[in-house]
């Protein structure tokens, strides 16, 4: 897990990493992207799961937002 400090809080982090088969045997990996505000990575407030056939198109999107 890679975590990095959610810029404007005191103790938030954004945590990335892959998950193998989050749904269970043989379902298909994830890139998980987890926010926390008070900077617990085990239960963020927030999170998502990407798809690991979308990571790149995703990265592209948000490449273009900077």
Do not use: R
Not at 56 to 63: M, N, T, Y
Request: hydrophobic share 35%; net charge negative.
């Amino acid at each position: 897990m890679i975590t990095i400090p959610l810029h404007s809080t005191k103790k938030g982090t954004i945590s990335v990493s892959k998950i193998a088969e989050p749904y269970g045997e043989d379902s298909a990996p994830v890139a998980s992207i987890g926010i926390s505000l008070t900077g617990n990575t085990d239960t963020p407030d927030w999170k998502v799961h990407i798809p690991m056939d979308n990571l790149d198109e995703v990265i592209k999107a948000l490449e273009s937002l900077k």
